[in-house]
């Protein structure tokens, strides 16, 4: 089981990295590529425009899957791309959702399980369901540049406050676990060290953001 948490951690992680460097290799690049010997969608054809001379505030989510278009050719690029969005919705639709109605369900003290049907464990599927539709609402009913904001925000939000959920981690793995497996030694330093650095970075890069 570790095993396979610590491959698809690995994976995951490997597969994201791939596609931000093609993304940003490909559009912010001198010229895309569009002479008329490309077999590129006519969307993608830029003749001789750069990606440097185009705001990013007027980006669209086309301009990026032509990224990777032209790297994988239209039918591969497009089926990735489509790959990569759906894989974004079902994390936010059953992750992030799911970690609501689990962590609300820990401090209201309803059952929650997975495992459980929904007439065992009521309120925690119910919680989930509402987190979803909500979530739906907001995405249907809000602009481009509305949403844009609100993920930027949100993102700055978990910069502030990623120094201080690492610090409650870093606390919980070094006084609250069994002996057997505490942070102790080398081992803590180590981790407390990379947990600072990370931390630091986010936070810096967080407050840099509304600034720019």
């Known amino acids: 089981y570790q095993r396979r948490v610590h491959g698809g951690s690995v994976l995951t992680q490997i597969v994201m990295s791939s596609v931000i460097v093609t993304t940003a290799g490909t559009m912010w690049r001198p010229s895309l590529p569009g002479d008329g010997s490309t077999n590129l969608p006519p969307a ?25 278009v032209s790297k994988l050719g239209p039918t591969a690029g497009k089926i990735m791309f489509s790959l990569g969005l759906v894989g974004g919705a079902l994390i936010g639709a059953i992750v992030v959702s799911l970690t609501a109605a689990w962590g609300l ?21 119910l919680v989930y369901a509402c987190c979803v539709g909500v979530g739906s609402l907001v995405v249907m009913s809000t602009s481009r540049d509305e949403l844009i904001s609100l993920n930027v925000a949100i993102q700055v939000m978990n910069a502030a406050l990623l120094p201080i959920i690492l610090t409650f ?13 505490r942070l102790r ?13 990370i931390a630091g970075i986010g936070l ?6 509304p600034l720019s």
């Open 169 to 181: 981690l870093f606390l919980l793995a070094h006084r609250a676990l069994p002996d057997s497996h």
């Open 204 to 209: 810096v890069v967080g407050l840099m953001a």
């Open 44 to 68: 993608c054809l830029m003749g001789n425009a750069t990606m440097t001379t185009v705001a990013a505030d007027n980006l669209d989510i086309g301009d990026f899957s032509c990224a990777l």
């Open 105 to 125: 369900g820990e401090v209201a003290g309803y059952h929650r399980s997975l495992s459980s049907r929904p007439q065992e464990a009521p309120w925690f599927f």
């Open 185 to 197: 030694g080398w081992y803590a330093w180590f981790v407390g060290t990379v947990f600072a650095f």
